[in-house]
């Protein structure tokens, strides 16, 4: 299977190369806040704006005036690319799949995108503009075609580049075993077969550090060098946080793609579920919405399938065994009993077990409402094993 694969590498380069990289930043920047603010100028006068060939046309223009003559010492395809991004920024809002696009800001993300010539030799990458070649941490090396890069700065001013090859990708042996799974605060993710895994609580870990570190950076004086170090400071904390969730996530993902065919979990309403602001620091903290996608596209690497139930289906309350639901289950009840048979329930591992239930049956009519459009490839050895999968839930 032929897929593409980023690989991200932190940057080690000299001064001077980053004063060009700042530059590359700042131009693309400009560009893209120059063709907005003029898309939006041209929408109120006339109901209509440029698409990216005349966008295009302009930019060479552009670069030949004399009060922008400092563009052309960047790289000419980066500001290009810049255009095509404000393109799809708009074709995404039109399409209902994002906002409206904003101005860039230069403390925001500073990124540009190099869409071709690009060498990796020695550890060094070599693109237009940079002829002795950057210095890369290659800490882990990639096969494949590379096919663009993405040159980025993060809050702690370090640079990196995300290398985009396209390789090829030898999936997984399957395992005949399917999953459901129940995602949590209490524990992070629980399996129908009874594994939990924990919820670490990264911001809750370094949150007491947090609150000194920008304690000190409110009294600082803005622009100072004394606020430029603690902001520096700050940032690592937060970056330390993020790097903690994200190596979690991709490890729970991985043993959980390499261990089952089929995983059934529900389609969670995120969004709606951050409004509860009893609850929305600790949803956050999780990161449910990252480790679905992270789920789907190593499904997808591997011929696994994710098989999405109804979001209203209510998991927590059916008894796995009965059927009978328990209306009156708050979210305190962590245990709970069934009046029905008498089976007592822990209510993850409960969940789990009818989001695995309910994930066999919608493979079992052959429907794929709930699946987010997957093909279920699997759907003729899955029947001959619902049977053995029903036998083991009602052993428990």
Request: charged letters at 30%; one cysteine or more; a positive charge.
């Amino acid at each position: 299977m032929e897929i593409l694969k980023s690989y991200r590498y932190r940057l080690e380069p000299t001064e001077e190369q980053k004063v060009l990289l700042n530059k590359h930043f700042g131009s693309t920047r400009f560009i893209y806040n120059h063709f907005l603010n003029e898309k939006n100028n041209q929408y109120k006068e006339t109901k209509k704006s440029d698409n990216y060939n005349k966008q295009a046309e302009k930019l060479t223009c552009l670069k030949n005036e004399e009060r922008t003559l400092w563009l052309n010492e960047v790289n000419s395809q980066c500001l290009q690319q810049s255009l095509k991004n404000l393109e799809t920024a708009f074709k995404n809002f039109f399409k209902k799949t994002s906002k409206y696009p904003k101005f860039k800001s230069k403390k925001s993300k500073n990124s540009f995108r190099v869409p071709q010539f690009i060498k990796v030799i020695d550890g060094r990458i070599f693109v237009p503009k940079f002829k002795e070649g950057i210095k890369l941490i290659e800490h882990r090396p990639f096969k494949g075609t590379i096919k663009q890069c993405t040159f980025s700065k993060d809050c702690r001013n370090k640079y990196f580049v995300s290398i985009l090859v396209e390789t090829f990708n030898e999936p997984l042996k399957p395992t005949n075993k399917f999953v459901g799974i129940d995602l949590g605060i209490k524990d992070f993710v629980i399996t129908s077969d009874g594994k939990k895994y924990s919820n670490n609580r990264y911001t809750k870990k370094y949150e007491e550090k947090l609150k000194v570190a920008q304690k000190h950076l409110s009294r600082k004086i803005k622009g100072s060098h004394q606020y430029e170090k603690q902001r520096l400071k700050v940032a690592k904390i937060h970056e330390k946080i993020s790097n903690s969730r994200k190596d979690n996530l991709h490890k729970v993902s991985t043993e959980l793609i390499k261990s089952y065919d089929v995983i059934c979990l529900e389609d969670l309403n995120i969004k709606k579920m951050l409004k509860n602001h009893k609850l929305s620091k600790h949803i956050a903290d999780c990161g449910w919405g990252a480790f679905i996608n992270i789920l789907q596209y190593k499904a997808e690497w591997n011929n696994k399938n994710i098989i999405k139930i109804d979001r209203f289906f209510p998991s927590s309350k059916t008894c796995s065994l009965c059927g009978w639901i328990k209306e009156d289950l708050e979210l305190n009840d962590r245990e709970w009993f069934c009046k029905s048979c008498g089976c007592f329930h822990d209510r993850d591992l409960n969940a789990a077990k009818n989001i695995l239930n309910e994930g066999l049956k919608i493979i079992s009519v052959g429907t794929t409402e709930h699946t987010d459009g997957v093909v279920v490839c699997l759907y003729d050895r899955l029947l001959s094993m619902k049977s053995e999968a029903h036998e083991s839930l009602a052993r428990g």
